[in-house]
């Protein structure tokens, strides 16, 4: 661990758990010296803690510490922090191109005459591969290996270049592809819940809260176990890996408050679509939301972490429950080490960070209230997460639809498909997926998805013929315990073979739909429908061929398989008829909460838990095969279209260029509310048409092997071209066309985002975003921040961010800018000049001054989001590597 602080407050301490003595930071202690502390939020008190243990006069002060204890008089605060987390996380999509960017960085060290080995991580990383797998075989038992094969086979040199990385950096470990989830991998076993390690100084070990950042939004799951951590983009992560501290205002801190209990049949996934819903309406974005209430005592550990997992779609920082006896309880279900469990327990309660039931309330900024069995069976979609849609009005729901956004003039239409028997319309579900650690981490709806399908077969029933189906679980565990009950034969029969371990469907890698199934769709502009158990149901995210999106629970998309679409009403009409002719109604195949209990009870233990984390660094055969090549800096492949040399450090020096006022930039884009990074920077499928797929064919590359734009975050070439270039991307400036589209200006001729991007570069003219409400929305995905920074886009204007996205921003160097007013109109005939870029301060209002094409021209004032002192220095210095590379070659600390 890097070494902790000065302790001027004195605040350090020891304790005994099994015979062995820790050292910590005692926040009773704290509180003794500063004010009381025993109200504070639980999650608060972890960043107390945090700050006492890094105490060191500079970079945290005991005005900082003090700061957190005078929060809970406002219950806010404009104080900047700088945090430490313990650790980091990554998954493969984010983590491909974080890994390219240090080995950047040491190519850049190297340049400018400082030591490589400095570009080396001080805390420990865990990268998982579970991006890359794709749903391409379905429904045979050959599904799994098949798919996996092919995942060797499309990301060979990716997963080369991680094994370099493996090898050449230190505390760097790599779970191999066919393992499991992050973030399932995370909760089931690298999470401690409570954290030691070896003071530098003192040789004592020190016992302290598991925190971490993780390069995926939905590095909150983990928050369900007790442990404080979320997501940001790959820069930030870099950087905290490279010692740099993640600088925040002190946190606002929703509480929401949960009483009663789930009514018989609800599931988890039930209730954090209420929560999501209730939430996002709410207003959490940049703040922490802490759980509380008598209810909470009443959840599983699996049902807080769906919880948990879900803050980036309620727009939260995080999404925090304390550690109680729930926790222990899965700390032992899951195999974890007794002294582990003792010193989560003893530390916890030595510190106030236990949950008692009838302890004092915390202080909260605001507070909201849901009483658990008031929840009911529930969807979201068709196209964002918290749009919840009760189970019984789906299908009005959707037909309203169809009539209202989809504009469908022919709503009953059906049409015949190729080579088929079948036909196909409106709201048919083509892909009903059991995907995602949101859900898979949960045993509760996958054992009752599993006695959903048995019971549906025990009656005659099976999935539709059109509808693609998937199990991909987010652990190897899954497929233990649905194995030793008998549930992966019931799930096999209906069509629900495992087809991987990894994020599938739910990061868009469903794979393609079946060709006749497809040309019907399109050849029909059909509103085709998916029920998955993921978190993110976005435009054109899950299949480029289907429009409407819903997420549900595990059994929820057995049921609908079953069903084939969702225009019938799932509570009160048949799914199908049994052998006898009589109709079998969702009820009749239902299982209760006790049956999926005692399931729980006999099949899910320990031992399971043990066994298949025992090696999981190893992989499989095949993991094993793979060479590693190369030493302290990477030897770039020429002619890759995976992994290149970014040039982010080009003509890097020791003295950043003095950043410059932004004069008459261009709109590259005119943009609504709700744009996603899916939006900017896609995840999917690379179309043959659009920028990327011509450089890949241009580079000998056949279409079968373009692979998606996730895989290829690795190669700043493909992803500078598949920025906004989402198919659903709507742009003002060329109403009617969706997609990647634009303007280019004075001229006005249309064409491709990056096509124009490169000519007004070429122009020399700067460039500005300008969108909506929410802007960013979604995955912590840093390359919607680097291509943009690499289409030329000086600023981003818009009416409000989501916290990692604007972070990722000013980490590039683009300057978020947020609307104070109204915004007026722009038709992208529009020049923009900003000016006082070199006298910025954090949070400033500025005035932008816009010409019209016709001569005349405005100002309106607009809001720097820029948000501290630690962001401003970024930004001059070219963004935050940069930052942190220049500090390392002059021999300091990053």
């Known amino acids: 661990m890097t070494a902790v602080g000065q302790d001027t407050l004195g605040t350090r301490d020891t304790f005994k758990v099994g015979g ?32 006492l243990r890094f105490e060191d006069g500079d970079t945290v002060t005991t005005a900082d510490i003090q700061a957190i204890v ?70 045979t038992p050959q599904s799994f290996e098949e798919n996996v094969a092919l995942e060797y086979q499309r990301n060979m040199e990716r997963y080369e270049f991680l094994k370099w990385g ?157 550690i109680d006896e729930k926790t222990l309880d899965y700390m032992r279900l899951t195999g974890r080490p007794d002294a582990e469990i003792a010193l989560t327990e003893s530390y916890c309660k030595a510190q106030g960070m236990w949950l008692v039931a009838d302890g004092p309330e915390p202080v909260f900024t605001e507070t909201l209230s849901l009483d658990m069995s008031t929840v009911e069976p529930s969807l979201a979609g068709p ?72 019971k549906a077969r025990a009656k005659g029933l099976t999935r539709k013929p059109w509808v693609k189906t998937s199990l991909a679980p987010g652990s190897q565990v899954v497929t233990d315990y649905l ?24 990061i868009g890698n469903s794979g393609p739909l079946s060709e006749p199934i497809s040309k019907a769709i399109n050849g029909n502009d059909l509103v085709a429908a998916s029920v998955l158990s993921g978190n993110r149901n976005f435009e054109g995210r899950v299949s480029p061929d289907v ?68 090696d999981v660094y190893k992989g499989d055969a095949r993991w094993g095969t ?61 179309k043959l048409d659009s920028p990327a797929g011509k450089y890949l064919s241009e580079h000998q590359v056949s279409r079968a092997d373009f692979n998606s734009y996730g895989a290829r975050r690795g190669n700043h070439d493909v992803m500078m071209r598949g920025t906004f270039a989402n198919i659903r991307i709507k742009n003002r400036m060329v109403p009617g ?36 409400k929410e802007y960013g929305t979604g995955s912590s995905r840093d390359w919607a921040a680097k291509g943009t920074n690499l289409l030329g886009v000086r600023a981003v204007i818009a009416e409000s961010y989501e916290r990692i996205h604007r972070s990722n921003l000013v980490g590039m160097g683009v300057i978020p800018l947020q609307f104070v007013e109204a915004p007026p109109a722009f038709d992208g005939t529009e020049t923009f000049t900003i000016s006082g870029v070199a006298d910025l301060s954090p949070r400033k209002e500025i005035a932008v001054k816009v010409d019209r094409a016709d001569g005349t021209g405005f100002s309106f004032p607009a809001r720097v989001r820029i948000d501290t002192a630690n962001e401003l220095e970024y930004y001059r210095q070219g963004g935050i590597l940069h930052y942190v590379l220049r500090n390392l070659a002059r021999g300091g600390a990053a």
């Open 737 to 772: 066309i969706e997609g990647g589209i634009t303007r280019h200006m004075p001229d006005g001729e249309v064409m491709p985002i990056y096509d124009a991007a490169m000519r007004y570069k070429a122009e020399g003219t700067p460039l500005v975003i300008v969108a909506g």
């Open 483 to 506: 194995d030793k009950a008998g549930l992966s034969a019931e799930l096999d029969a209906i069509g629900f073979n495992l087809t991987g371990y990894g994020c599938t469907t739910c």
């Open 70 to 139: 005078d929060w809970q008089k406002d219950r806010r605060s404009d104080q900047e922090i700088q945090y430490r987390p313990a650790r980091v996380l990554m998954q493969d999509f984010t983590g491909v191109p974080a890994v390219v960017d240090l080995a950047a960085m040491r190519d850049a060290m190297k340049q400018l005459g400082g030591d490589p080995q400095k570009i080396n991580p001080l805390v420990p990383v865990h990268l998982i591969i579970d991006h890359s797998v794709m749903v391409d075989a379905f429904g």
């Open 166 to 322: 493996q090898s050449a950096f230190d505390n760097f470990e790599v779970v191999p592809p066919g393992t499991g989830i992050c973030h399932q991998v995370n909760l089931e076993y690298i999470a401690r819940a409570v954290w030691s390690s070896v003071d530098k100084a003192s040789g004592e070990e020190v016992a302290y809260p598991d925190t971490l950042v993780g390069t995926d939004s939905h590095t909150t799951m983990v928050n369900g176990l007790g442990v404080l951590g979320w997501g940001v983009g790959g820069i930030e992560a870099e950087a905290a890996m490279l010692g740099q501290p993640v600088s925040m205002l002190i946190p606002e801190v929703v509480g929401f408050r949960l009483t009663g209990t789930l009514r018989e049949g609800i599931t988890a996934t039930d209730l954090v679509l209420t929560v999501t819903q209730m939430l996002r309406a709410k207003g959490v974005v940049g703040r922490f939301v802490e759980f509380y209430g008598s209810g909470v005592g009443a959840l599983s550990l699996a049902d807080r972490a769906t919880i948990a997992n879900m803050a980036p779609e309620y727009g939260a920082t995080c999404g925090f429950f304390p």
């Open 383 to 454: 196209k964002r997460p918290q749009d919840r849609v009760p189970l019984s009005k789906l299908h009005t729901e959707f037909d309203a639809a169809l009539a209202g956004e989809y504009n469908c003039r022919t709503p009953d239409g059906r049409c015949t498909v190729d080579e088929e028997s079948h036909d196909l319309g409106h709201g048919d579900v083509v892909i009903a997926a059991i995907t995602s650690c949101t859900n898979t981490s949960n045993p509760a709806v996958l054992v009752a998805a599993g006695l959903v399908a048995k």
């Open 20 to 51: 062995k003595s820790y050292a910590y930071y005692s926040l009773p202690k704290a509180g003794e010296k500063l004010g009381d502390v025993s109200r504070l939020p639980f999650s608060m008190k972890v960043l107390l803690e945090n700050l």
């Open 626 to 686: 793979i060479p590693v090549t190369g030493g302290d800096t990477y030897g770039w492949p020429a002619g890759s279209t995976y992994i290149a040399n970014p040039p982010y450090f080009a003509g890097m020096t020791m003295t950043p260029a003095p950043v410059s006022d932004i004069i008459g930039a261009r709109p590259l884009a005119i943009l609504g509310d709700s744009i996603t990074t899916d939006h900017i920077s896609p995840a999917g499928s690379i």
């Open 547 to 614: 429009r409407a999106n819903y997420l549900a629970s595990p059994p929820l998309v057995v049921a609908y398989a079953i069903m084939g679409t969702v225009r019938c009403d799932m509570v009160n009409d048949p799914l199908g008829k049994d052998q006898d002719g009589e109709p079998v109604y969702l009820r009749d195949i239902w299982p209760s909460n006790e049956e999926v209990r005692s399931y729980i009870d006999s099949y899910v233990n320990g031992d399971m838990f043990r066994t298949r984390y025992a």
